[in-house]
Every structure is written in C-alpha cells, then in structure tokens.
C-alpha cells in the first residue's frame, strides 16, 4: 500500500531532507503564478508538505496575515513553524 511507504519510516530513509533543497525551485513557480493570476491568498494548505519548507519560504512572499496550514502522513518528522523561521 502507497500509504505505508510514508508511515513505515522507509521513505525518510531514502529522502532524509524531505526534498527541502527542492523548495526555493517551487517558490520560483508559485509567485509568479500568484502574482501573474492577481491572488492574495488569506489561507494556504499543503496536504504533503513534508518538513514544510515550501511553506515557510511562500510565507516570506504573502501577507503577514496569511495563515498556512501544511499536512503530512508521515509520522517519521516534526514540522517547524513557519513563524518560528
């Protein structure tokens, strides 16, 4: 099952920076995307967000207001705050 993949701890085993190093690359889609389609987001929610890296780096680019959510099945990680940052 795909599910167990997250909650057996296998994936962090082959992924131990949960793709952090890949979120500053999303960050240069996701701005501009906003940006270009005039949206002002007053919530954000990622369901797999993993250590929640994309979501602390888009915190940087919207509102202080703004309030991000980001969900994760694995239990294998804790996420950081993104107002801790």
Do not use: F, N
């Amino acid at each position: 099952m795909a599910e167990s993949l997250y909650t057996s701890g296998h994936y962090l085993e082959k992924h131990p920076t949960w793709h952090m190093e890949e979120s500053p690359w999303k960050i240069r889609h996701i701005v501009p995307m906003l940006r270009r389609h005039h949206l002002v987001p007053q919530t954000v929610c990622e369901v797999g967000c993993g250590a929640g890296e994309v979501l602390r780096l888009l915190q940087l680019h919207l509102s202080e207001t703004c309030t991000l959510w980001g969900y994760d099945i694995s239990p294998s990680h804790r996420l950081v705050p993104a107002e801790s940052q």
